[in-house]
């Protein structure tokens, strides 16, 4: 990591640090994928305090920088045939969505095969040294999470956490994968995954999160609006 880059990313953290992250995503077949209504969003949630949002796609990523200025942790969701990984899962994605204004890189760094043969640490550095961003490693387990710091992200998040083989019989939040971060560790750790209300948030910071991130309990209107229905139907 060069010294511009590293001084830049030390600006973004502590911005973050004790913070709530919105990540403003839909799905593809809902109404509300479209750029406008993510950038929506994304300002929205700025506006009452948010310090960042994690966006999904360089077309979603390209509207919300036109109307926000916090930080933006940028993916690209991409499903390769006979491959499991898909947060950013090449270099062209992490490009596509840096020049789209990402200021981080979110990528998928659990220890799953990648495509084309590709390194999970490959990637991280030509991240570093080609587009100068920071890396966001989106983890499933310690011992993925002590690989990525050791490839050189610079921060991890639990992400992925209950949605890989190895850790699909656990339901997120990772309360207790955070406590193991944070004794293993030396870079930040992100709570992402299952924060389903403020109180949540709050433990997830006690418990040593560097801040939390909130998706579906605050932006998923279709995943929300279906499980009330399902309550109030019955199902």
């Known amino acids: 990591m060069t010294y511009d880059m590293k001084n830049n990313f030390d600006s973004i953290l502590a ?28 300002e929205a949630a700025i506006n009452q305090g948010a310090v ?13 920088r036109q109307r926000v200025s916090a930080p933006i942790i940028g993916l690209w969701k991409q499903q390769i045939p006979g491959c499991e990984v898909y947060i950013t899962p090449q270099f062209e994605h992490a490009q596509a ?5 990402a200021d981080i890189i979110a990528i998928d760094a659990t220890l799953r095969d990648r495509p084309g043969g590709e390194t999970m640490a ?35 998040g639990t992400t ?5 083989a ?12 955070l406590t193991d971060l944070r004794q293993k560790l ?7 995954g299952g924060v389903a209300s403020p109180q949540m948030a709050r433990k997830a910071l006690d418990l040593g999160a ?26």
């Open 52 to 64: 960042g949002v994690r966006i999904d796609t360089p077309d979603h990523i390209r509207a919300v």
């Open 210 to 235: 560097y801040a939390v991130v909130v998706g579906t309990a605050i932006t998923g209107i279709d995943a929300q609006v279906r499980a009330y229905q399902g309550a109030l139907s019955g199902d």
């Open 122 to 156: 490959g990637l991280i550095q030509q991240i570093h040294q080609t587009l100068n961003k920071p890396v966001m490693a989106d983890i499933d387990t310690l011992e993925a999470a002590v690989a990525a710091a050791d490839a050189g992200a610079n921060w991890v």
């Open 160 to 164: 992925l956490y209950g949605y890989t």
């Open 15 to 42: 911005g973050l640090r004790g913070g709530l992250i919105v990540s403003c995503q839909a799905p593809v077949e809902s109404p509300l994928h479209d750029p406008m209504v993510i950038a929506a969003m994304a």
């Open 186 to 192: 030396s870079v930040p750790a992100i709570c992402e």
């Open 166 to 177: 190895e850790t699909r019989r656990n339901t997120p939040p990772a309360y207790g994968l």
């Open 97 to 101: 969505i840096a020049a789209a204004g």
